[in-house]
């Protein structure tokens, strides 16, 4: 049974960092891309950015320059390191594969961005 867990959320400044964390139990993490997902409220689920297993990585447009995905395939562990972050980065953050598995979706965790 896959099982995603994402940490490392907060409440951090204009202009901070943050680094979110997505420890994955089952056979996802052998076999899919990864990828951070971010919703925020009154809008869509968006991609972030992913990873594949061999570590080609793509982003959203919006955060190109300031989000790195990484992933340590020995830990099953995805990360997102977020830089220069912004009041419109505020969103619940997820991970899942991609394309994402609808049954895979966690509880996410909360980035809020404000000063």
């Known amino acids: 049974q896959v099982q995603l867990v994402e940490s490392g959320g907060g409440l951090v400044q204009p202009g901070g960092s943050l680094r979110l964390s997505c420890a994955a139990s089952?056979?996802?993490?052998?076999?899919?891309?990864m990828g951070w997902y971010r919703q925020a409220p009154g809008k869509q689920r968006e991609l972030v950015a992913a990873?594949?297993?061999?570590?080609?990585?793509k982003y959203a447009d919006s955060v190109k320059g300031r989000f790195t995905i990484s992933r340590d395939n020995g830990k099953n562990t995805v990360y997102l390191q977020m830089n220069s972050l912004k009041p419109e980065d505020t969103a619940v953050y997820y991970c899942?594969?991609?394309?994402?598995?609808?049954?895979?979706w966690g509880q996410g965790t909360q980035v809020t961005v404000s000063s």
């Open positions: 899942n594969g991609d394309p994402s598995v609808p049954a895979y």
């Open positions: 089952g056979s996802i993490f052998s076999i899919y891309a």
């Open positions: 990873i594949t297993r061999g570590g080609s990585t």
